[in-house]
């Protein structure tokens, strides 16, 4: 049995974490040999391979990124590219192929397995958590320590200078990466893209936060979005499977504040910094048990599902399943943090 890896969107920490897993189980007990495809669906459309066996493994399990690249590659949009990923399977004789990745990989993946009788096994990550299908994605702990960090010093400075500090977090649609690390930091505002703001709701937040005698922190999702008005962008660029980048809110709201409470305001958006680096020790844990299980389901033929994490359990979901709803914050939970807002 020859299996192919592929990790595909963007990168989080915890991927290498899921490469090892799989190689060290599939070779010590199964005794499959491995193809790495290079930079997510970019490899076997292309037919861009790695090695991948035990030592191309080793020391892997602290460092970020991935070892075999990534990209937004989507070989649904490239003439041929269903035929081609085929071809390329069979020459690299690969019988089985693993797709560590969000929403776009394993929706690749799910019609590839679907609709076109490719072996694939899906393995969910991404540090926006926004899949409904798993409890936890691993990258997403990593992120939120890295943001609540963060969050932790810019008290200390807006307090200095009395001054309001506008955190913008990634997470896409999604408000998770806001809500976890603006609750473990101690925000005075938090906005998620799931429930839109008012700003003159903000502006008194932090009038308030300033009579107690200390600086706001405001914590904004890359994706949150005034009541009144759209989505605040910096550019309308998209990737290819249809995504605009998001970030601009931060700065659109520092200013707002600034202009309507005449209180000095700066904004500090994290961007990439927390995708990068050495993952927690629970995305670690997690990754490791997703690679761990991904084999096991390859080894069953359980092709066309996913790992996810049930509670502490490891279990497999239809890889269509997966893909099918966005895990978005309930208003119920959002509503349990307004109490420490201004
Ligand atoms: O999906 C992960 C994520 O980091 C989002 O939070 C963010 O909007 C996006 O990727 C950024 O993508 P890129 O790496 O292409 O800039």
Redesign the pocket.
Known sequence: MRVGVLTG????PGLNAVIRAVVRKGVQEYGYEFAGFKDGWRGPLEGATVPLDIPAVRGILPRGGTILGSS?TNPLKVENGIRRIKENLAKQEVDALIAIG?EDTLGVAARLSGEYGVSCVGVPK???N?LSATDYTFGFDT?VNIATEAIDRLHTTAESHMRVLVVEV???HAGW?ALHSGLAGGANVILIPEQRFDVDQVCSWVTSRFKSSYAPIVVVA??AMPKDGDMVLKDQSQ?SFG?V???GVGEWLAKEVERRTGKEARTTVL??V??GGTPSAFDRWLATRFGLHAIEAVRDGAYGSMVALRGTDVVRVPLAEATAKLKTVAPELYAEVGVFFG
Do not use: V
Request: proline share 0%; aromatic share 0%; hydrophobic share 20%.
């Open positions: 969107g963007g990168d989080c937004r969000g991404t540090i926006d926004d992120a990634m997470g896409r990466i890359e994706g990737d995504h980048r998001l970030s961007g990439h927390q995708r």
